[in-house]
């Protein structure tokens, strides 16, 4: 998996490409935990270049959002594919996720907050 990070604003996003599995999850984590260690509390994941997301994969954005919660923070998932979209629909997670089409739509919610 490749991960790019950028802070624009207020807020940290992450572009993902690649496989978000057992094996790439620690790093992710150590980058998110970082940022937060560090005052950040909105978060912007890009999932289209993302091609596969495991359980653990999952965990990581369920544990990030539960713990930003805890600061009045939040993070969004922008574009995954359909696979992905699917996952987190079935695993009933659409409304502690919060899915975005766009990098657009996801920046018009920070604003709005």
């Known amino acids: 998996m490749t991960v790019k990070s950028s802070l624009i604003s207020s807020f940290n996003y992450f572009e993902l490409s690649g496989r ?31 091609t596969y997301m495991s359980s653990s ?9 539960k713990e930003l919660k805890l600061f009045d923070g939040f993070l969004n998932l922008i574009s995954p594919n359909e696979s992905i979209k699917e996952l987190l629909e079935m695993s009933e997670l659409t409304d502690l996720l919060r899915l975005r089409n766009s990098y657009k739509e996801a920046i018009n919610e920070f604003k709005t907050k």
Do not use: A
């Open 57 to 65: 994969g999952l965990r990581i954005f369920i544990k990030t959002q």
């Open 20 to 50: 978000l599995d057992n094996n790439e999850v620690i790093e992710l984590q150590n980058q998110i935990n970082f940022q937060m260690k560090n005052g950040s509390k909105f978060f912007l994941f890009d999932l289209s270049g993302l």
